[in-house]
């Protein structure tokens, strides 16, 4: 059964980090390219990044470029999503989510909440 | 302001069969497959359509994708009440290198 987990949510304070992650199984993690993506509290999907299976490429929303980072580790199977100068507006349940190749991804974890508040 | 465009609510009594569109642009729907997602309240998204009309195994043919030009549509025929959820389409966008989706439409069985 394919499972992903994400890991690393919590309260923020703005210009704070948080590295989150996501641990994989029930699949060959390094087959697939991976996402995150984010759902602001009532409010709709927006994609934030992705990144090839090998880790050999990646692309981000505008809005995160500069400040968001993502990376995999294809021996723990698990992606992360490092977030630095965070903001306000990046209060969401982040989602990670696999896909194979440039498909859009199949399989969601269950989300973890990020809240940037002081 | 989403890059696709959805309808915010649509409704249906149970039974009845609905659809609810999707339009985007040549750098997005125009070009590449479409998706739809479906999410249940508290939950994360759930599969539902890929490659514009082939349904992952487990979701019932009562749901159907299409695309025409810029645009998409899913259907869900003979309405039950638990299709009540948000359904959010979604594509490749080549201008932005990257997926976008629609701000998603909120499905009322009556």
């Known amino acids: 059964e394919v499972q992903l987990v994400e890991s690393g949510g919590g309260l923020v304070q703005p210009g704070g980090s948080l590295r989150l992650s996501c641990t994989a199984s029930?699949?060959?993690?390094?087959?697939?390219?991976m996402h995150w993506v984010r759902q602001a509290p009532g409010k709709g999907l927006v994609w934030v990044s992705r990144?090839?299976?090998?880790?050999?490429?990646?692309t981000y929303a505008d809005s995160v470029k500069g400040r968001f980072t993502i990376s995999r580790d294809n021996v723990k199977n698990t992606l992360y999503l490092q977030m630095n100068s965070l903001r306000a507006e990046d209060t969401a349940v982040y989602y990670c989510?696999?896909?194979?190749?440039?498909?859009?991804?199949?399989?969601w974890g269950q989300g973890t909440l990020i809240t940037v508040s002081s | 302001q989403s890059v696709l465009t959805q309808p915010p609510s649509a409704s249906g009594t149970p039974g009845q069969r609905v659809t609810i569109s999707c339009s985007g642009s040549?750098?997005?729907?125009?070009?590449?497959?479409v998706y739809w997602y479906q999410q249940l309240p508290g939950t994360a998204p759930k599969f539902l359509i890929y490659?514009?009309?082939q349904r992952p195994s487990g979701v019932p043919d009562r749901f159907s994708g299409s695309k025409s030009g810029t645009s998409m549509s899913l259907a869900i025929s003979g309405l039950r009440s638990e299709d009540e959820a948000d359904y959010y389409c979604?594509?490749?966008?080549?201008?932005?290198?990257?997926?976008?989706f629609g701000g998603g439409t909120r499905l009322t069985v009556l």
């Open positions: 990144i090839k299976s090998d880790g050999s490429g990646t």
């Open positions: 979604a594509v490749w966008d080549d201008i932005l290198t990257g997926p976008v």
């Open positions: 029930g699949f060959t993690f390094s087959d697939y390219w």
């Open positions: 040549s750098s997005n729907i125009g070009s590449n497959y």
């Open positions: 989510g696999r896909a194979a190749g440039w498909e859009l991804p199949d399989y």
């Open positions: 490659r514009n009309n």
